[in-house]
């Protein structure tokens, strides 16, 4: 259903471009592939309180109550309701009560729950992650036209006593100091001045 509600996004996002070029028939060969799929959505990927996550390979149902684990995935809810599937019945306020309900927590959004204990297809891409249904988070890109606020530590505070961590002029000198884009991206994650690995 994940990929449906991002069918539908997408189908949606072309209608609009092909509307202001001047190709209204383009537009409404679109939008009528955009309600077909929602359709499809709605028919097949509605469990009765969110969205489903799939049909594996054998068609069983990935994502559903009837599941022992893995019942809801975070992916489907947010793309489904961003695509505006279910916005008209319903749909989308329950399957983002559903989120609130059963995956957010005051460290963040669960990728699903509950978590797999064993090795299944819709974990795949990442299993650890899937498995243990470990807070969804992606680090946050800083703005490059705003500067980095954090005060520096200076050479005395850095590793080897030198700036860069002890290592020489021209060897990522700003990573090893955690002012590279890569610290600031994922601050909070490792301490500043961790070797990177």
Same mark, same amino acid.
């Given at each position: ?53 799939? +049909? ?62 064993? +090795? ?34 200076? /050479? ?12 020489? /002029? ?20 490792? /301490? ?6």
């Amino acid at each position: 259903m994940f990929i449906g509600g991002l069918f539908v996004l997408a189908a949606t996002e072309f209608a609009q471009i092909a509307e202001r070029r001047g190709r209204a028939s383009d537009a409404a060969g679109y939008r009528a592939e955009a309600e077909k799929m929602a359709h499809v959505v709605t028919e097949h990927g509605w469990d009765g309180e969110w969205f489903r996550r799939a +049909y594996d390979h054998a068609g069983r149902v990935v994502g559903s109550a009837e599941n022992a684990e893995g019942q809801i995935f975070i992916e489907p809810q947010g793309m489904c309701v961003m695509s505006g599937i279910g916005l008209r019945n319903g749909m989308a306020v329950r399957a983002l009560a559903s989120v609130r309900k059963r995956l957010a927590t005051s460290h963040g959004i669960l990728l699903l729950q509950p978590a797999y204990t064993r +090795y299944h297809r819709a974990a795949r891409r990442s299993r650890a992650a899937r498995r243990l249904g470990r807070v969804h988070r992606h680090p946050a890109l800083p703005r490059r036209d705003v500067p980095d606020q954090r005060p520096q530590p200076g /050479p005395d505070q850095r590793p080897g006593g030198q700036p860069g961590g002890g290592r020489s /002029p021209g060897q990522g000198n700003a990573r090893a100091a955690g002012t590279g884009r890569y610290d600031r991206a994922c601050r909070g994650s490792r /301490p500043v001045n961790a070797p990177m690995r």
